[in-house]
C-alpha cells in the first residue's frame, strides 16, 4: 500500500502552553527543510497536538522515511491510513482492509489499541477493541490475539476522521533545531567534533562552525575534508555557516616565541578567543568542542582548564565523558566517521610538540604569551578580517 499520509510522533514531555506551540512550530519547520531534498510534493499540517505530513504527489517512501530520520525531535514515523469517516461499519471495513493490504501474512498476534478524541463517540474504547479485534479474528483465522506482547498493535484513532496505523518507525528524538539558541562548534576534521556538532543540535541547538586553516601547512584537501564534514552533519542540523580562519600568522608566531612544549595550549587559547570574537559577532551563545577527557595532552583537566580560561563564553563539550569507540560509533552511525578517517592532517597535528606538557598552570603559559605582545593583537584582528565564510546545506 502506497500511503499518503504519515502521522509523526514527538515527546510531549516539558512542552505544555506557549512552549509547546514554538516546539512543534520549529518541527514543522525542520520537516520542510528536510522533506525538501525529496522529489515530491508534500503539506505539513498541525491538528489538534498532531503534526501530518500529507504527499500531494508520487513520492519515494524509502526517501521520505530518510529525511524523517533525520529530524530531531520526531519520537516516531507512523505511516497511517486516513479515513474520511467515523461511521462504525465503515471503520470496520477499512480496518480489515488495511491489515489485508499492509501485512503479505495475516499470521501474527496482535492487540487492537483504540483512541477516541471525540468522547461522544458512540462506542468506548474497551468498544472498539474488542469488536474490532473480533472483526479481524473472523476475516484472518491465522492472526492471534495477545495483549500483553503483541507482534502487531494495530492503532486505531477516532477523531474527525479515523486513524488506523500499526507500523513505527522509530525517529532520533531529541528537539527541534532552533528551540535551544545557537552555538559556534570549532569543527576540525577529526572524529570527535563532528559528533559534537551532532550532539549537541540533537538538544535543539542550532550549530554555526569554525575550522582553523593553516596553509601551506594544512592543505586544501583538509580544508574540503572539514567542508564535507560539515555537509554530512548539516543533513541533520540544517544549513551551517562555516567560517574558514587562516590561522598560519598566529600559529607560526607561537611557534618562533613560545617554548614547543606549550605550543598546543597556547594555540587552543587563541583558537578559543577567535571562535569567541566570531561566535559573539553571529549570535551564538557558547562554543562547542569534540574534546574527550585523558584523549591527548591538551585533553587532561589541567589543559582544559587553561585553554577555557582564554574566553568568557561556555564551552560545551558534549563527548567530554565518552571513550574514544562510543564516539565512533556515533561517527558510524551519523556517516561522518569515513570521512574523518581520511589522512589529511589539520593544523594541530601539523605543529604538535614531541613532549606536550599535561598539566600547565595558568602563569606559565600566560607568562609566554607576553612574549606575544608586539604583533599579535594585529594578527588577531587580521585573522578576523579575512574570515571566508561558506554557507553548508545538505545536499
Ligand atoms: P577531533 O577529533 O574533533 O579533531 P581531537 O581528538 O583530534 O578532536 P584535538 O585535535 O586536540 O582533538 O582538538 C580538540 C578540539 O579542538 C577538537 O575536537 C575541535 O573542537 C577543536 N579543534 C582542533 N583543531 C581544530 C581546527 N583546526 N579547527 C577547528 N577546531 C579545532
Ligand atoms: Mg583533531
Known amino acids: 500500500m502506497l500511503y499518503k499520509v504519515f502521522l509523526i510522533k514527538y515527546a510531549e514531555i516539558g512542552?505544555?502552553?506557549?512552549?509547546?506551540?514554538?516546539?512543534?512550530?520549529?518541527?514543522?519547520?525542520?520537516?520542510?527543510?528536510?522533506?525538501?531534498?525529496?522529489?515530491?510534493?508534500?503539506?505539513?499540517?498541525?491538528?489538534?497536538?498532531?503534526i501530518y505530513v500529507e504527499a500531494l504527489s508520487d513520492y519515494d517512501y524509502d526517501d521520505v522515511i530518510d529525511a524523517l530520520q533525520h529530524v530531531f525531535g520526531i519520537v516516531a514515523i507512523c505511516p497511517v491510513k486516513i479515513v474520511d469517516s467515523t461511521e462504525w461499519e465503515t471503520v470496520v471495513v477499512e480496518t480489515i482492509k488495511y491489515v489485508e493490504e499492509v501485512y503479505d501474512k495475516q499470521n501474527f498476534t496482535f492487540k487492537v489499541a483504540a483512541k477516541r478524541a471525540n468522547k461522544s463517540y458512540p462506542k468506548t474504547s474497551p468498544e472498539i477493541c474488542m469488536e474490532l479485534g473480533g472483526a479481524l479474528l473472523d476475516s484472518f483465522p491465522e492472526l492471534k490475539v495477545d495483549i500483553h506482547q503483541p507482534e502487531v498493535m494495530i492503532t486505531v484513532e477516532i477523531r474527525k476522521q479515523t486513524n488506523i496505523y500499526s507500523v513505527v518507525i522509530p525517529g532520533l528524538g531529541g528537539l527541534p533545531v532552533g528551540t535551544g539558541g545557537k552555538a559556534m562548534v570549532l569543527l576540525s576534521g577529526g572524529i570527535d567534533s563532528p559528533?559534537?556538532?551532532?550532539?549537541?543540535?540533537?538538544?535543539?541547538?542550532?550549530v554555526d562552525a569554525v575550522y582553523f586553516h593553516a596553509p601551506p601547512y594544512t592543505s586544501e584537501r583538509a580544508k574540503q575534508k572539514v567542508i564535507d564534514l560539515a555537509t554530512q552533519v548539516s543533513k541533520y542540523t540544517g544549513e551551517i555557516q562555516l567560517h574558514v580562519v587562516n590561522f598560519t600568522d598566529i600559529q607560526m608566531y607561537i611557534y618562533d616565541q613560545c617554548p614547543h612544549d606549550q605550543l598546543t595550549i597556547i594555540m587552543k587559547r587563541y583558537m578559543v578567543r577567535v571562535a569567541e570574537a566570531l561566535a559573539e559577532k553571529n549570535g551564538c551563545l557558547g562554543l562547542v568542542t569534540g574534546e574527550s577527557i585523558g584523549q591527548v595532552a591538551s585533553q587532561t583537566m589541567q589543559s582544559m582548564a587553561v585553554i577555557e580560561e582564554a574566553g568568557n563564553m561556555p564551552i560545551y563539550r558534549p563527548v567530554i565523558a565518552f571513550d574514544k569507540q562510543d564516539i565512533v560509533n556515533i561517527a558510524e552511525k551519523i556517516g561522518t566517521y569515513e570521512i574523518s578517517i581520511q589522512p589529511y592532517e589539520d593544523c594541530c597535528t601539523t605543529f604538535v610538540a614531541k613532549h606536550p606538557v599535561t598539566k600547565p598552570t595558568l602563569s606559565s603559559i600566560q607568562k609566554s604569551e607576553t612574549h606575544l605582545v608586539k604583533k599579535i593583537d594585529e594578527m588577531f584582528a587580521r585573522a578576523l578580517d579575512t574570515v571566508e565564510t561558506i554557507v553548508i546545506r545538505p545536499e
Open 15 to 50: 512542552i505544555k502552553g506557549k512552549n509547546r506551540y514554538i516546539f512543534e512550530n520549529a518541527l514543522c519547520d525542520q520537516i520542510k527543510i528536510s522533506l525538501s531534498r525529496v522529489e515530491g510534493e508534500f503539506q505539513i499540517r498541525k491538528e489538534m497536538g498532531r
Open 195 to 206: 559528533v559534537s556538532s551532532y550532539m549537541i543540535a540533537k538538544r535543539g541547538v542550532k
